[in-house]
């Protein structure tokens, strides 16, 4: 698959934040109670764990719809209780009451880390499809001879000339984009808000903060469960935002 640059070293570099972020908490709470360097291992992993799948499952809910106190709450209830619980179901009794005076203190520290994911993810730091707020008209349109008709990607054999028309659809990753077509999909560093904005409004419409669709690729729309979804001429189904709803509705007219 051809691609203009690869995510793979920033995920690397957030990883490896996290995994030092969370041995050092371990070690330094571990300390306390003179845990074993493999105990202090353990919990540490464990801490990564928990922030990387918490952090994972609330930014896929969001996709879903989960409002956000709720994805907060879950987020905060799940770094803080699971490493205990797993501590307290390896330590015997006795060990657990020594390990019980140092609770409050990472429960404190645990409060500070959830502030910081909170913060960093209302920021746009911690959301990778953090993007601005979906327009809830289409915007106003430039003259038609200023919009694109094909989009150049690098990739690493070389130039690829992808003509608007054939864009299925472009999703956000991060920093860069999927410019998705079906003769394949290629990886770009942009925004989506550029994008929004120097596409032709009456083509590709922003369905969703990581969504932007080519209307005449549009097969179907279709309601499932509590959502909308777009089926695509290629059969790929996307969700649909209500924003993002309200905003195709306008562009199509009905």
Not at 19 to 36: M, N
Not at 193 to 210: A, D, G, M
Request: net charge positive; glycine share 8%; with cysteine.
């Amino acid at each position: 698959m051809p691609v203009e640059k690869s995510g793979k070293y920033k995920i690397t570099v957030t990883a490896g934040v996290v995994l030092l972020t969370a041995l050092l908490f371990a070690y330094l709470t571990g300390s306390i109670v003179y845990f074993t360097w493999y105990e202090i291992l353990a919990d540490g992993l464990i801490i990564a764990a928990c922030i990387t799948g918490l952090g994972l499952f609330t930014c896929k809910m969001d996709a879903y719809g989960m409002p956000s106190y709720v994805q907060n709450m879950i987020f905060c209830a799940g770094i803080t209780g699971i490493p205990l619980l797993a501590i307290y179901l390896y330590l015997d009794p006795e060990a657990f009451h020594v390990f019980v005076r140092i609770i409050p203190l990472r429960i404190f520290i645990f409060a500070l880390i959830c502030l910081i994911f909170l913060f960093a993810k209302k920021a746009g730091i911690a959301d990778k499809t953090n993007e601005p707020q979906l327009e809830k008209s289409v915007p106003k349109s430039l003259p038609s001879t200023e919009y694109p008709d094909k989009i150049v990607v690098r990739s690493r054999t070389g130039i690829k000339v992808i003509p608007v028309g054939d864009l299925l659809y472009i999703q956000a990753d991060g920093d860069y984009v999927w410019l998705v077509s079906e003769e394949g999909k290629w990886l770009k560093e942009e925004t989506m808000k550029h994008l929004q904005e120097t596409l032709s409004p009456s083509q590709f419409v922003r369905i969703h903060r990581s969504f932007i669709v080519n209307v005449s690729k549009i097969s179907r729309i279709e309601r499932y469960g509590q959502q909308q979804l777009i089926i695509l001429t290629n059969g790929k189904s996307v969700k649909i935002s209500a924003s993002g709803y309200r905003t195709l509705k306008e562009a199509l007219g009905f």
